[in-house]
């Protein structure tokens, strides 16, 4: 799967997140930045655009995938292959491939989701099983399905699941500048020189910028 995906120039990407937020399709990516993000992180897993905003999110800085996108990943790799030898409400074992060779087996078990402080573990058990046996088994036995490691939310524990019932409370700040998302397209066009000041002002703390702002203005660097 990785192999196949073309890397995108920023501004392609720029555009393409753009369409993608505008769409109303995906709930989580209302704001082109956020589409941005998600394909950006597709783009260095080896995930096409349309599968990273369906498939990737993105939780404390690294990009999620949902267990069923990892696990059609290993599927449609042409070298791997897994088979689920036991998923109940208590482990989930899972042998991987490589060919017709055993490669390994990645187990996890309820009493391990439970020492971990996994969220939810009560209600969904079989699938947060599933989700942490296949993405343990991707990590150990078959790294290069993908670009770059990945995780599954399950995995990240300090993130709270109900998306619907998320508190966030606002820092007080100083009254610092604010880069808009329109000043960011402006500027992204400007000359090398122009977006090296601006990114000097967002680390001098002159300037205020998203960290999603701020990787564009970098990646955009790179291209000049």
């Not at 060919?99 to 439970?114: L, R, V």
């Not at 971990?116 to 009560?122: L, R, V």
């Not at 150990?140 to 508190?167: A, I, L, R």
């Amino acid at each position: 799967m990785k192999n196949e995906i073309q890397v995108m120039p920023v501004n392609d990407i720029m555009i393409m997140a753009k369409t993608f937020a505008e769409s109303g399709m995906f709930t989580d990516a209302k704001a082109m930045g956020q589409a941005f993000v998600k394909i950006q992180a597709g783009q260095e897993i080896g995930i096409p655009p349309f599968a990273a905003m369906s498939g990737i999110h993105i939780i404390q800085g690294k990009p999620t995938l949902g267990a069923g996108l990892i696990a059609s990943a290993v599927k449609g790799s042409g070298k791997y292959d897994y088979k689920v030898k036991t998923m109940d409400e208590k482990i989930c074992s899972i042998d991987f491939f490589q060919g017709t060779e055993n490669i390994g087996n990645s187990s996890f078990t309820i009493e391990e989701a439970k020492k971990a402080g996994t969220k939810n573990i009560d209600k969904f058990p079989k699938n947060m099983l599933f989700a942490r046996a296949i993405s343990n088994g991707v990590k150990w036995f078959c790294p290069d399905v993908f670009s770059g490691p990945v995780y599954v939310p399950e995995e990240m524990q300090e993130v709270t699941v109900d998306v619907n019932h998320v508190e966030v409370i606002e820092p007080i700040e100083v009254k610092i500048p604010t880069l808009t998302d329109k000043q960011l397209e402006k500027l992204l066009l400007e000359p090398k020189e122009k977006i090296e000041l601006y990114l000097n002002k967002i680390e001098a703390g002159e300037l205020k910028a998203t960290q999603v702002q701020f990787l564009q203005i970098e990646n955009k660097l790179k291209t000049l």
